[in-house]
């Protein structure tokens, strides 16, 4: 069975509660692609606002962050059954800004990835090796480190519906893509992975997005590959490009 392919926008961020739902109305029309499932991924204050304007059409929604207690005493924290109430989808976890800036450790992203499966949420979780990574020839090594523990404790049934998105920080707002190859390798050896700690069952149902500096130019050979299951996409899904990205096959 081929894999769906998912292309999701991370809106960092970006827009306020009234830019959000302007850019809602214009996507709209262009991100209709029925072999897709197309996502957004929005601020914590635009999840309402932009959960009620794309009611009706084929967009899915996430939140960029969540925590991973049911409620309580965290302030400025999202519980789990708050995005599930608000009507979202997915959730994006670990993604390397928020290990970076926000210290967030693969511990925590995988409470975070069993929080969310418990509460019906699915995970984005993200992943990807520095420059100096690559460099030092450890990319794979690290990624695995990522994944298991980001995996630990969720079973083969869970995994199987999971989204892992492969972003290599090089390539995240640089406007340096990896090749497809690069993008291609790393998500090949992410599949191999999963085979590992689960089976070949669910290492072919998993999806796995590349991410890092994806553009309406360079989309169509990206998701081309074997085992790049679509995009997680930052910049361009801000702007009507999104649209070319969605119906890259088009
Ligand atoms: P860019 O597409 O802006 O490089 O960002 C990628 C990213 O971090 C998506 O999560």
Known sequence: MARRKIIAGNWKMNMTPSEAVALVETLKPLVQNEDVDVVFGVPAIDIVPVVEACK????????????????GAYT?????????????KYVILGHSERRDY?????????????KAIEHGITPIMCCG???????????????????KIGLQNVTADQAKNLV????????????KTATSQQAEEVCKGIR????????????AEIRIQYG??????????????????????????????FGKIVCYNK
């Open 76 to 88: 400025g924290e999202i519980a789990p059954k708050m995005l599930v109430d608000a009507g979202v």
């Open 102 to 114: 926000f210290k967030e450790t693969d511990a925590d992203i995988n409470k975070k990835v069993l």
């Open 192 to 203: 191999q992975c999963i085979a590992e700690i689960y089976d070949d069952a669910t290492a």
């Open 129 to 147: 090796e520095s420059l100096e990574q690559r460099e030092q020839g450890i990319t794979m090594d690290f990624i695995r480190q990522q994944v």
């Open 56 to 71: 009706g059409t084929n967009i899915a929604v996430a939140a960029e962050n969540m925590y991973f207690e049911e409620s």
């Open 212 to 241: 890092g500096s994806v553009n309406a130019g360079n989309a169509a050979e990206l998701f081309a590959m074997e085992d790049i299951d679509g995009g997680l996409v930052g910049g361009a899904s801000l702007k009507p490009d």
């Open 164 to 175: 892992i998105a492969y972003e290599p920080i090089w390539a995240i707002g640089t406007g």
